[in-house]
T-cell receptor, first 114, second 113 residues
Framework: ETGVTQSPTHLIKTRGQQVTLRCSSQSGHNTVSWYQQALGQGPQFIFQYYREEENGRGNFPPRFSGLQFPNYSSELNVNALELDDSALYLC?????????????FGPGTRLTVL | AQSVTQLDSQVPVFEEAPVELRCNYSSSVSVYLFWYVQYPNQGLQLLLKYLSGSTLVKGINGFEAEFNKSQTSFHLRKPSVHISDTAEYFCAVRENTGNQFYFGTGTSLTVIP
């Protein structure tokens, strides 16, 4: 059973640019959630995808968007990057058969915005 | 909105001593409760979870936690810590009416030899 993988591991962008982060869910999982973890903080929920549609969103602006593909891989897109977007971005996959009760996290992508 | 408070940002403890990491939450509805551990440069690993039933739950690596509904707490304990327990620990809550996890700000546990 493969775990949750994310790419790239590190990324440096400049303010105003756009970025795409990728996640490959654990085998058998059909939900994927994205979190932003700023330095010294706990993860903050960005949104969740289920059946390729957004299924809940946290307090993040529309320039944060996502996609879920039929093979349950996922993308997080962030437009018009701001310095405060610098953070560790975590992807977590889960299964509806588990009642959304458990999420398996990937190692994260460290985004630095200069 | 749901909030999760981890009262101690840093906890130093000597090897083989007991430890308790505190977590309180605010919610007027039923919740599910979780503790995650994060090692440097890694993602989050589930230590244990409370969904229902017995309020004392046991997890991996010898950790356990007790759900106290009246005090809205879910404190994590280990009777004897090891050097390898040095990590960041996060408490998380999910309301049974939603799918969003709310995390605390984390407690940095440092085990001193």
């Amino acid at each position: 059973e493969t775990g949750v993988t994310q790419s790239p591991t590190h990324l440096i962008k400049t303010r105003g640019q756009q970025v795409t982060l990728r996640c490959s869910s654990q085998s058998g999982h059909n939900t994927v959630s994205w979190y932003q973890q700023a330095l010294g903080q706990g993860p903050q929920f960005i949104f969740q995808y289920y059946r390729e549609e957004e299924n809940g969103r946290g307090n993040f602006p529309p320039r944060f968007s996502g996609l879920q593909f039929p093979n349950y891989s996922s993308e997080l897109n962030v437009n018009a990057l701001e310095l405060d977007d610098s953070a560790l971005y975590l992807c977590a996959s889960g299964s509806t058969s588990g009642g959304f009760n458990e999420q398996f996290f990937g190692p994260g992508t460290r985004l630095t915005v200069l | 909105a749901q909030s999760v408070t981890q009262l101690d940002s840093q906890v130093p403890v000597f090897e083989e001593a007991p430890v308790e990491l505190r977590c309180n939450y605010s919610s007027s509805v039923s919740v599910y409760l979780f503790w995650y551990v994060q090692y440097p440069n890694q993602g989050l690993q589930l230590l244990l979870k409370y969904l229902s039933g017995s309020t004392l739950v046991k997890g991996i690596n010898g950790f356990e936690a007790e759900f106290n509904k009246s005090q809205t707490s879910f404190h994590l304990r280990k009777p004897s810590v090891h050097i390898s327990d040095t990590a960041e620990y996060f408490c998380a809550v999910r309301e049974n009416t939603g799918n969003q996890f709310y995390f605390g700000t984390g407690t940095s546990l440092t085990v001193i030899p």
